[in-house]
């Protein structure tokens, strides 16, 4: 069966453990190194990663780039405005072309369903690099993150999440559901993160609130997370911003959560806005450390998907 990373639910909890013990394991072993050497073992010489991105990006860019690289292979990055995709070639076709001269893909696209298609018609793993709806590759960074700041694995911890319910909301609801940590989500009125996710969580046994105040998320969380409160390709709406100011992570709101909680934010941020300075740059952000384990989880789910773990 082909290993698509789409969504984290289709790893399951056995195969996200072995994502995110792979992800620390290969961090610790080249820890100091040159940041362009590859691992001892190489593991994916010879293998090409495609990159497909339809919309901006910094980290994704850089940390798929860079994981292929330092596992032995290489890539080629495009933009879908520089391919014939944004010309009209169908999905099914560009799926079927690259699946000839590629390992593996990664998409990174506002619709979800365009990222189902490609992996309907490719005959390589495709991988989620944000789509609307979710964002499973960040969210086994933050994951990795807090199990590298706390030194336990995530099972039994409490989270935090405020801001608008978006695709990282709704990726965070699935990880608590399969990985068995409590989530609390403060989001305003109307701003609720996909019913669907929330469903299906919940009817896995997932322990997932769903508060419409800030505080009510904070209440014995281990970790605060945010996100922007106007996503990529959306209008910049002042009544949305209005909504969501009170929802905004300050040193009052992060005294609320556990002494000793971490900050996590998916970045870019928005400073001022969703979060202020004294939070990104105060003694309980992690988002520096946050950011560097996006690449340390592609090299694991690169392995995950073409088979050499799990
Ligand atoms: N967090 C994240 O996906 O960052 P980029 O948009 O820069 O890739």
Redesign the pocket.
């Known amino acids: 069966m082909m290993r698509h990373f789409l969504d984290l639910a289709p790893a399951g909890p056995d195969g996200l453990r072995a994502i995110l013990d792979e992800a620390h394991r290969r961090k610790r072993l080249r820890a100091g190194w040159p940041k362009g050497q590859v691992d001892a073992d190489a593991p994916l010489a010879g293998h090409v990663l495609g990159m497909i991105f339809e919309k901006?990006?910094?980290?994704?860019?850089f940390s798929f780039d860079m994981a292929i690289r330092q596992l032995g292979g290489s890539s080629i990055v495009s933009s879908a405005g520089e391919m014939q995709l944004g010309r009209g070639e169908t999905i099914a076709d560009t799926a079927r072309v690259l699946s000839r001269m590629v390992d593996a893909l990664m998409l990174r696209t506002s619709s979800h369903a365009k990222l189902d298609q490609l992996a309907e018609f490719a005959t390589i793993p495709v991988i989620n690099g944000?789509t609307d709806l979710t964002?499973p590759c960040?969210v086994l960074a933050d994951i990795m993150t807090f199990e590298e700041r706390a030194g336990r694995p995530v099972e039994g911890s409490t989270w935090g999440y405020v801001g608008d319910g978006n695709n990282m909301t709704n990726s965070l609801i699935e990880a608590a559901s399969l990985l068995k940590f409590d989530l609390r989500v403060g989001v305003p009125h109307g701003m609720d993160p996909d019913a669907g996710i929330m469903a299906t969580a919940c009817a896995r046994g997932g322990c997932i609130g769903l508060y419409h105040t800030p505080e009510e998320a904070m209440v014995g969380a281990d970790v605060v997370v945010t996100d922007t409160w106007v996503s990529m390709g959306q209008k910049d709406s002042e009544a949305k911003m209005a909504a969501c100011r009170p929802f905004q992570v300050n040193d009052a709101l992060m005294a609320r959560a556990n002494r000793g909680a971490i900050f996590l934010h998916?970045?870019?941020a928005h400073r001022g806005d969703e979060v202020t300075d004294s939070v990104m740059d105060g003694p309980q952000s992690a988002i520096w450390d946050e950011a560097e384990n996006r690449l340390h989880v592609q090299k694991a789910i690169l392995l995950w998907c073409l088979d050499k773990i799990g």
């Open positions: 901006p990006s910094t980290r994704t860019r944000l964002h960040q998916c970045l870019p």
